[in-house]
């Protein structure tokens, strides 16, 4: 069965950087991962994905520029730089699994992650 273990989350200030990731175990074959997250109040929205190869990548435009995702496949693990936060960057992080072309909805998505925090204050 597949498990997604996502962390590194925390508190910065903003302007700060944070890095997460997400261990995967069980996904085999040609899996696609997301990053979302969700603030008090808020709808869970989509942040970041990146296809198997990490030949396409799709990025929100409320974070593009400043996040990067990447992935090591022999790690079985999914990065997700983020630089240059802000307050509104304030939220749980979740990352998510699926195995097919990468998706920026979070119905596409079959696996998850439990959530990481991260706060960002001024």
């Known amino acids: 069965q597949v498990q997604l273990v996502d962390s590194g989350g925390g508190l910065v200030q903003a302007g700060g950087s944070l890095r997460l990731s997400c261990a995967a175990s069980g996904l085999f074959g040609r899996s696609a991962v997301g990053w979302f997250r969700q603030a008090p109040g808020k709808e869970r929205e989509f942040v970041t994905a990146?296809?198997?190869?990490?030949?396409?990548?799709y990025d929100a435009d409320s974070v593009r520029g400043r996040f990067t995702i990447s992935r090591d496949n022999a790690k079985n693990t999914v990065y997700l730089q983020m630089n240059s936060l802000k307050p509104e960057d304030t939220a749980v992080y979740y990352c998510?699994?699926?195995?097919?072309?990468?998706?920026?909805?979070?119905?596409?998505?079959?696996?998850w992650g439990q959530g990481t925090q991260v706060t960002v204050s001024s």
């Open positions: 990146i296809s198997w190869s990490g030949g396409s990548i």
């Open positions: 998510a699994a699926r195995y097919g072309d990468v998706s920026r909805e979070r119905s596409g998505y079959d696996y």
